[in-house]
C-alpha cells in the first residue's frame, strides 16, 4: 500500500471511487469516447502501444482497440475495484493499482509506449502535484500524449458533487508545453455535452507529440 497519499489520491482510492466505478458504464460513453479518438488521432499513424493514467475499468482502452486492433494496452488507476473490472473486461491489459504520482513508468516491460493517454483525471489531482503528474506522463511515451480535460485559461477551483477541492481547471495542455522544451502541440480540439450523436463532458483535448 502506498503512504502519504494526498487528499484527493484517497478520495478516488476509497468509496467515492467506487460509486464513480459504478455509475460510469455503458455501450454509450464507449461509443463516444471512440468518437474523439477518431478525431483526436486523424492525422497520425497507428498507435501500436498505449499506457493510460487513470484509466477506471478502461472504457478508453476498450474504443482505441477497435481503433487499433492489437495494440499493447497498460493501465495506470488508483481505485482496486476498477483495476480488478479492467482486468475481467481486458484480461491481457497489464492493470497497475497505483496512484500516479506512485507510478514508475520503468514498470512498463516493453519500454515506451507510443501513447501517454490521460482523461477526465488532472483535473482531480492535487495542483501540487502535477509537476510529477507531467513527468510521469512525459517519461512513459517517446511519441505522443493526449489530454483531455475541463480547460481554464487560469488556474481555478470549482465544487465537485458537493466535495471541495477535488476539482481543478488550468491550462493543463500548455503547462506541459511550458515545462518539456521537445514537446510541440499536433492538434487539439473540443466535444461538448450536447452533441446530439456522441456527448462529452464538455472536455478539451490536446495532441502532444515529442520530438
Known amino acids: ?38 478525431r483526436a488521432f486523424s492525422r497520425i499513424r497507428k498507435i501500436d502501444s498505449v499506457v493510460e493514467f487513470g484509466a477506471n475499468i478502461g472504457l478508453n482502452l476498450q474504443a482505441l482497440r477497435l481503433l487499433y486492433p492489437g495494440q499493447v494496452q497498460y493501465a495506470v488507476e488508483i481505485n482496486s475495484l476498477a483495476a480488478a473490472k479492467i482486468k475481467e473486461s481486458l484480461p491481457d491489459v497489464e492493470v497497475f493499482n497505483y496512484s500516479i504520482a506512485g507510478f514508475d513508468p520503468k514498470k512498463i516491460n516493453r519500454g515506451l509506449c507510443d501513447l501517454a493517454l490521460i482523461k477526465g483525471v488532472l483535473i482531480h489531482v492535487n495542483p501540487d502535484q502535477l509537476d510529477v503528474v ?78
Open 134 to 211: 507531467y513527468q510521469k506522463l512525459y517519461n512513459s511515451t517517446h511519441k505522443y500524449i493526449l489530454i483531455c480535460e475541463y480547460y481554464n485559461p487560469k488556474p481555478d477551483v470549482i465544487s465537485y458533487r458537493g466535495h471541495t477541492d477535488r476539482l481543478f481547471r488550468r491550462d493543463f495542455a500548455g503547462e506541459m508545453l511550458d515545462k518539456f522544451s521537445d514537446l510541440s502541440l499536433l492538434d487539439y480540439g473540443f466535444a461538448y455535452h450536447r452533441d446530439p450523436s456522441f456527448p462529452q463532458d464538455d472536455i478539451s483535448w490536446f495532441l502532444l507529440n515529442k520530438v
Open 1 to 38: 500500500m502506498e503512504t502519504n497519499r494526498t487528499e484527493q489520491e484517497l478520495f478516488w482510492s476509497g468509496e467515492f471511487g467506487d460509486e464513480y466505478t459504478k455509475r460510469n458504464v455503458g455501450a454509450e460513453l464507449l461509443a463516444s469516447n471512440l468518437s474523439l479518438f477518431s
